[in-house]
């Protein structure tokens, strides 16, 4: 592509999805990302490949949502190791749980049962997450975070309860956070429910098609600005009007 075509084309990305700085898009996020005027709660659905920046933007914006409005959390922790979550238990008010259910007081969690033996763990956590899944559900009102969705409904044959969360889950103001690597062979309702839309960079048109699932969108156009993006950049849909814009997330001070 000849250097004056490229420089047009970003010209009219800029135009539909205009870089925003964090210091502006963190708080104009956290100003939209509140029950709508019917009480509705807002999902929101993160792809990006590893290393990118997906589970570190997830925890922040859920972190700082915890801070303004005092929200309940529980974020399903299925690693071995994770140093961002890891840090994250250590902050005042945030508790990591090996068991369910969080005791008195500890209203936000993050659910990390035991991993033990590699050739076993998908089978007990199985066991596990099913029923906590459903205690989640029925008690309502907390943000829910999946990190990695496909694992979730794949490996642990939680997609049905994950369904009625994303589908049913505004009835019992439940807000679904939910990151994947690749936008594939996860439960259809983490792109036609949610209400915000983050995407990292990937040029596989594989993934980039299931983006066409996205309701009230310009998947095109979509498909066009995440080829686009740069490292640790992302753009975020508003699927309801379409809106769209681009930003980078700051790092804290030791954080990679």
């Not at 459903?134 to 943000?143: I, K, L, M, Q, S």
């Amino acid at each position: 592509m000849a250097t004056a075509e490229r420089d047009r084309v970003e010209l009219d990305l800029d135009d539909e999805a205009p870089r925003v700085d964090w210091s502006e898009f963190e708080p104009d996020f956290q100003e939209a990302w509140r029950p709508n005027s019917k009480g509705n709660a807002q999902h929101v659905t993160l792809v990006g490949p590893t290393s990118q920046g997906k589970s570190t933007l997830a925890l922040r914006l859920i972190e700082r949502r915890a801070e303004l409005r005092g929200s309940h959390v529980v974020i399903f922790a299925t690693k071995p190791r994770d140093r961002a979550l890891s840090a994250l238990g250590r902050k005042p008010d945030w508790h990591v749980i090996r068991r369910w259910p969080p005791s008195y007081g500890q209203e936000r969690v993050i659910f990390w049962p035991p991993f033990g033996d590699v050739k076993s763990v998908t089978s007990r956590h199985r066991e596990i997450m099913g029923d906590v899944l459903a205690d989640v559900f029925h008690e309502g009102n907390r943000v829910v975070y999946f990190d990695e969705a496909y694992y979730m409904a794949q490996d642990l044959d939680a997609e049905a309860i994950m369904r009625k969360m994303w589908q049913m889950g505004r009835s019992q103001n439940l807000i679904v956070v939910a990151g994947t690597q690749r936008p594939v062979a996860v439960p259809r309702p983490m792109f036609s429910e949610c209400s915000y839309f983050f995407a990292f960079r990937t040029s596989d048109e594989d993934e980039l098609r299931r983006v066409g699932e996205l309701g009230g969108t310009d998947t095109k156009l979509l498909r066009s600005i995440i080829r686009s993006l740069g490292p640790h950049e992302f753009v975020v849909c508003q699927t309801r009007t379409g809106r769209m814009v681009r930003s980078k997330m700051k790092l804290e001070r030791g954080r990679r």
